[in-house]
């Protein structure tokens, strides 16, 4: 019986950290989900901020949900690294692998713009 009340605790709690994810995601335009030692969030934030965007970061590291949050972004992600992760207008768009093909194919900018992130 203890094992299935931990199980229980375990899905219920993975369930609340998907739905804070998806809560923040849709908090604004542009969201991140980043750890403050990581040399690739930096990378990202940097790429923003030269772009004139200014995310919504959450530090998961910081956090004290941070580790829910972070298994959950890792089951959004089909296991692959959980940070950085990039939301835009809602909607997933990965990692950092995700997020730089889209800028170097020129898909960024007008996805920022849509999103409402940048205006010129």
Same mark, same amino acid.
């Given at each position: #019986? ?11 709690? =993975?369930?609340?950290? *998907? ?7 849709? /908090?604004?335009?542009?969201? *991140?989900?980043?750890?403050? =030692? @990581?040399? %690739? @969030?930096?990378? $990202?934030?940097?790429?923003? @901020? ?5 995310? %919504? ?8 949900? /941070?580790?829910? #949050? ?6 959004? *992600? /089909?296991? =692959? ?6 939301? $835009?207008?809602?909607?997933? $768009? ?9 800028? $170097?194919? /020129? ?12 205006? *010129?």
């Amino acid at each position: #019986m203890q094992y299935q009340n931990t199980r229980a605790r375990q899905r219920s709690s =993975s369930s609340d950290s *998907l739905e804070r994810v998806a809560r923040l995601a849709s /908090g604004s335009a542009v969201v *991140l989900f980043s750890s403050s =030692s @990581c040399c %690739m @969030c930096h990378a $990202i934030k940097r790429l923003f @901020c030269e772009l004139g965007v200014s995310p %919504m970061v959450y530090e998961l590291d910081q956090d004290p949900n /941070g580790k829910g #949050m972070e298994r959950a972004l890792y089951k959004l *992600l /089909g296991n =692959s690294p959980t940070v950085p992760v990039v939301f $835009i207008g809602g909607e997933l $768009i990965g990692s950092m692998d995700r997020v730089m093909a889209s800028h $170097i194919n /020129g898909t960024l900018v007008p996805r920022l713009k849509e999103a409402g992130a940048l205006w *010129l």
